[in-house]
């Protein structure tokens, strides 16, 4: 009897959290539509005033605080021990696999060329490309992975020489995170090495909680793939579906960094969301979201239980809704506050007729004065 049972929990519980979080097919939207990072973002008091917002925080808190009632309980345990049947071959090779996916990555956007790491991060040096290959051939080497991991973090420092940096903050965590795991894991000290899992799991979710703001800041970025593709809203009007989906990403980043059951079932919730985005948005959407796709797997997949930062904490039920808006002050104040020292309280673009821009008419070029200047002359042309 605990055999089936032992399945079917771990199953109603991934049920109940698909069902809670509307399904999010969104891809990065930087890498498909126009953009201009400068432009003004909407207050924030828009979103805590968005009903639709404290609805999806509501769901959330529901399925956090039940999730993790069931993972105190006898029946917590038995989904564990499913989840951990399921996963067992990838577990016990779980460095091997990581060091290949990320070696895959490189090679996939060496293959793709013109960028730095991301389809948004465009470049014209075709020595950035080689560079990125010699990465993931210094992967297969526990000697050479320390170099690979400053690599990576070669590649978005360079990035700086063409981008903005607050439009570089999207991938600084995942970067910073897949480099410190290179670095830890041909580490002597076991104490040292024992982290790298959770640096990785930790660069992952707070990249997902930060890009997840764009969909308050700037929801308007999202209405062009709105129009181009309808379905992605299952329905729902737009401005219902994007806060809830910026929800969904902020909250399930959030899982990332909780409990053993919870932030198993948050990865598998984003690992679906990420697939399903795969068929509308083609090859680009999978290149670039292929490495958080692999290390969803792998969180998925994790077994550990003890070495994780503030443990006690995360036992507590209580402790779910306080870190949940400790997260959400702090996230929220970065971004709009790191957004107005570096480009101020008014927009240094031209306006529309409806008083706010905030797409780019050159995708290839989104920080391009030049080219905003000849868009919004159009626009009123």
């Known amino acids: 009897m605990n055999t089936l049972r032992t399945p079917c929990i771990t199953i109603l519980l991934t049920s109940s959290l698909a069902a809670i979080w509307p399904a999010n097919a969104f891809a990065h939207v930087k890498w498909f539509a126009p953009y201009i990072v400068g432009a003004q973002p909407e207050p924030i008091s828009d979103t805590l005033t968005d009903t639709w917002f404290w609805v999806g925080i509501g769901l959330v808190l529901l399925f956090f605080i039940a999730t993790r009632l069931i993972e105190k309980s006898r029946f917590g345990e038995m989904a564990i021990s499913g989840l951990n049947f399921a996963t067992a071959p990838l577990w016990e090779r779980q460095d091997e696999y990581i ?10 956007i060496f293959a793709v060329g013109g960028v730095y790491l991301t389809p948004d991060l465009k470049t014209p040096a075709e020595w950035v490309s080689w560079m990125q290959l010699v990465i993931a051939c210094f992967v297969f080497s526990r000697r050479t992975m320390p170099i690979a991991g400053v690599g990576i973090v070669a590649l978005w420092l360079l990035a700086l020489r063409d981008y903005d940096l607050f439009h570089l903050f999207d991938y600084l965590a995942l970067g910073l995170g897949v480099a410190l795991y290179l670095i830890l894991e041909p580490a002597k000290s076991e104490n040292l090495r024992a982290r790298r899992f959770e640096v990785l799991r930790w660069g992952l979710a707070i990249a997902l909680m930060w890009s997840s703001l764009e969909k308050f800041a700037f929801p308007s970025w999202f209405y062009p793939l709105v129009v181009e593709k309808p379905f992605l809203t299952f329905g729902m009007p737009r401005d219902v579906f994007i806060p ?3 929800v969904t990403e ?3 980043g959030f899982g ?6 919870i932030r198993r ?12 985005a795969v068929w509308p948005f083609g090859r680009v959407d999978l290149i670039g979201h292929g490495l958080i796709m692999a290390i969803l797997i792998a969180v ?19 402790s779910i809704p306080i870190s949940l808006a400790v997260m959400l002050v702090v996230f929220c104040t970065a971004y709009w506050g790191l957004h107005t020292a ?13 008083g706010k821009t905030t797409h780019s008419f050159d995708p290839e070029h989104p920080h391009d004065a030049d080219t905003q200047d000849s868009g919004a002359e159009h626009r009123h042309d």
């Open 342 to 354: 570096f480009y101020g309280n008014q927009q240094n673009i031209p306006a529309d007729v409806s």
């Open 99 to 108: 060091r290949a996916i990320i070696a895959a990555f490189f090679v996939a």
């Open 250 to 252: 902020f909250t399930l």
């Open 300 to 318: 998925a997949a994790d077994q550990r239980r003890g070495v994780d930062l503030l443990t006690l904490l995360k036992q507590r039920v209580a």
């Open 244 to 246: 809830m989906a910026g």
């Open 265 to 276: 079932l948050s990865a598998i919730a984003l690992l679906v969301i990420f697939t399903a």
């Open 256 to 261: 990332l960094l909780w409990t053993p059951l």
